[in-house]
């Protein structure tokens, strides 16, 4: 029953840079690992970044050097700093909490929409 809200997307030309937002349950983030993950149309769900409640982080790959996670205990929130975007950046953004480093723990919010242009 945790509530989970995904904001910031928009459109960006690729190569420019966007951070989206996460806003949890009050007290959830301040204890919790959390996540970022994307889906694209026509793709699964894919994890993109987590951080602990230590602020340790990890990322996939693909996102390495160009995306940063972090949080915000006192406000409960999680963001994603993405630079650099390309065009296969593309995908609506969601967060969850998670049994580290990648594994989901609760329903999915509705995630907000990162859109890079060519």
């Known amino acids: 029953q945790v509530q989970l809200v995904e904001s910031g997307g928009g459109l960006v030309q690729a190569g420019g840079s966007l951070r989206v937002s996460c806003a949890a349950s009050a007290s959830i983030t301040s204890s919790v690992p959390m996540a970022w993950f994307r889906q694209a149309p026509g793709n699964q769900r894919e994890w993109v970044a987590s951080?602990?409640?230590?602020?340790?982080?990890t990322y996939a790959d693909s996102v390495k050097g160009r995306f940063t996670i972090s949080r915000d205990n006192a406000k409960n929130t999680v963001y994603l700093q993405m630079n650099s975007l390309k065009p296969e950046d593309t995908a609506v953004y969601y967060c969850?909490?998670?049994?580290?480093?990648?594994?989901?723990?609760?329903?999915w919010g509705q995630g907000t929409q990162v859109t890079v242009s060519s």
């Open positions: 951080i602990a409640s230590t602020r340790s982080t």
């Open positions: 969850n909490g998670v049994l580290w480093p990648s594994r989901p723990r609760w329903d």
